[in-house]
Structures are given as C-alpha cells and as structure tokens.
C-alpha cells in the first residue's frame, strides 16, 4: 500500500498525508499511544509516548495534555500520583508558555482537588494580575474557591465543629473579588454567580457577629 493510501485514526502532526515510509511509522505510533490511553492501556501508551518523544516529527511539549495519564501510573498512592503530574505541570508552565493558560488551569485544578489550597492560591496571585490570565473566568473562579476554603475558621478536631473564631475577612474580601470579576468576563457562570451569593451572606453573618463597642 503506498503512503497516499494509508488511513489513520487521529489527526496529529499537520494532519498532511505522510510521504515516506518513517512518517508512516511516526502516525501509526501517534495512534497506537492515542487508542492506547482511551482504552486505558498506559503500558503500550508509555512504550508509544516513549518512542514518539524522540521523533523530530513530533513536537512534544505541544502533547502535555497526552502525558497526564502517563505519569505516576505505576505509583499505587494516589496522593504520589498526582504530585507527580503536579511537578509535571509546574516544569511545562515554565517551558511552554504558549499554552501558559490551559496548563495554569490544569495545575490549579489537581492543587485544589489534592487539597493543597494556599499553593493553588499562590500560584494564581502570582499570575493573576497580568495579561492573558486576568481576562481568564475559570482561573478567577479557582482563585475565588481557593480564598474561600482558606477563610473558614478552623474546625474543633474533638467534636467537628467550627470554633467561635470567625471567618477569615480579607481572605473573604479576595474571594468576592475573584467571583465579581469572573462573573463580569462571564455573566453566564452559574458557579461563579452562586459562590458570590454565598461570599455575600457570609460577610453580612461576620458582621453580625462581630461585637460592637
């Protein structure tokens, strides 16, 4: 069969016809890893990924979202898992700063979902204030969660519930902020809009609370 005739699963590369026989090999790779990570296959895939990555054809930094899955995947603790693809995402923030947003997002993400609040939190202040990422909803909406989880008053260990400490307020005053703003770039954000009503009832039940001289 000549390489004009050939078929191929996913779209990779400049999804042009290859012309020789290496570039044959290099797109039927590209969707063995592919077919590989749907069908949860990370052995074949990391045996793809592992030859691809060292194909001039492929542009590999462009595939951070491909790697995820691949990394960690012989690590039984969830938590060293993610911490894995956590140093993974923090390294490609650095070196790929085209897709600076989406791996921003992604980063953030497995922070807050890994519990690590404060980290997520600092992260985004620091990237917050400067173009493309100001102008970005979601990253304001994880800012807003972020602040938010960090403002509740710490949690009686003995009997579960919240001590007389009150809510954090300028932590509280962050996240209003981050929901006001991603809800100005996206008036359509129901978690945003919803996370705002809350932040609002919280800053009138502090001020109850707080005595008055």
């Not at 045996?47 to 691809?52: G, K, P, Q, S, Y």
């Not at 997002?105 to 890994?114: A, D, P």
């Not at 770039?185 to 009138?204: I, K, S």
Request: glycine letters at 2%; aromatic letters at 8%.
């Amino acid at each position: 069969m000549s390489s004009a005739d050939q078929r191929f699963l996913f779209a990779s590369l400049d999804s042009k016809q290859p012309t020789t026989a290496r570039k044959v090999h290099v797109r039927r790779l590209f969707d063995i890893l592919q077919l590989s990570v749907q069908r949860n296959d990370i052995a074949r895939a990391r045996r793809a990924w592992a030859i691809l990555v060292r194909c001039k054809e492929i542009h590999w930094k462009t595939m951070w979202t491909t790697a995820i899955p691949l990394i960690g995947e012989d690590v039984v603790d969830e938590e060293e898992n993610n911490e894995q693809r956590i140093k993974f995402l923090t390294t490609m923030r650095r070196q790929y700063a085209d897709d600076g947003e989406a791996i921003l997002k992604e980063l953030v993400l497995r922070l807050i979902k890994s519990g690590m609040y404060r980290r997520a939190l600092d992260e985004l202040d620091l990237y917050l204030p400067s173009l493309p990422y100001q102008d970005n909803p979601v990253l304001h909406v994880y800012a807003g969660l972020a602040a938010l989880y960090l403002a509740q008053p710490p949690a009686d260990l003995t009997n579960g519930e919240d001590t007389n400490k009150q809510w954090d307020p300028s932590l509280l005053r962050d996240a209003q902020t981050h929901f006001e703003r991603a809800k100005a770039l996206d008036p359509a954000n129901a978690v945003a809009a919803a996370f705002l009503e809350q932040v609002r009832t919280l800053h009138t039940i502090t001020a109850l609370r707080i005595p008055h001289r």
